[in-house]
């Protein structure tokens, strides 16, 4: 079955830098990537998909680049700010097209 | 529009005690998933219904764990008999169909099992 992992684990930075999380995936068959933001007593928010005949796609600050040749995906958010600062979870579709989670990465900006 | 409800919020029960969890998806959401987080940590798939049938109850940690989804609608997640270890964050999401699509996840009902 797909297998999702998510580095780092834990990520701080200063307010105004970038942050970048990588996600790699086993399944060769998934074609959709979502990133998910957690905020603390909250449940996750949808932030920025992707889809696999894609390679990059970007909102304002956020962005999601994917390279399905090494079957690996990341979320780059430039200019970070406080509010930034939650848990973020990659996903992407196993082959029965359900969604197979990272296990989060707690970013943590600091002014 | 409205988002994924959950209810209750919270919920402290004693061991052993029985709990239903309630889960309303988004108008017109045909799959539902509920999740379990335990402190800290990620999401745990539990089981996912498509309308009132659910083909994957593969999450569910035990036979103490069920789900119903009627009318293609609301989902209720019981947990009979409850133990310490079943204190989590139960997280219901749906999504229009269930194939590559989008989750939106509800706000959580956060059980403490004393």
């Known amino acids: 079955g797909e297998n999702v992992e998510q580095h780092p684990s834990t990520l701080s930075v200063q307010e105004g830098d970038s942050a970048v999380i990588k996600c790699t995936y086993s399944?060769?068959?998934?074609?959709?990537f979502p990133w998910y933001k957690q905020e603390l007593g909250k449940g996750p928010q949808l932030i920025i998909d992707?889809?696999?005949?894609?390679g990059e796609k970007k909102d304002q600050r956020i962005a999601v680049t994917l390279n399905k040749t090494a079957k690996h995906f990341s979320l780059h958010i430039t200019e970070t700010q406080p509010e930034d600062s939650a848990v973020y979870f990659c996903a992407a579709t196993d082959s029965w097209g359900k969604l197979q989670f990272g296990a989060g990465t707690q970013v943590v900006v600091t002014p | 529009g409205a988002g994924v409800s959950q209810s209750p919020s919270n919920k402290v029960t004693e061991k052993g005690k029985d709990v239903e969890l309630r889960c309303d998806p988004i108008s017109g959401h045909t799959a539902l998933y509920w999740y379990r987080q335990s402190l800290g940590q990620g999401l745990e798939f539990l089981i996912y219904?498509?309308?009132?049938?659910?083909?994957?109850k593969s999450g569910l940690p035990s036979d103490r764990f069920s789900a119903e989804r009627t009318g293609g609608s609301v989902s209720t997640l019981t947990i009979q008999r409850t133990q310490q270890e079943d204190s989590a964050v139960y997280l219901c999401?749906?999504?229009?169909?269930?194939?590559?699509?989008?989750?939106?996840f509800g706000p959580g009902t956060r059980l403490l099992v004393l």
């Open positions: 999401a749906s999504s229009a169909r269930q194939t590559q699509e989008t989750q939106y």
């Open positions: 219904f498509q309308g009132n049938s659910a083909p994957d």
């Open positions: 399944d060769s068959a998934s074609n959709y």
């Open positions: 992707i889809r696999s005949n894609v």
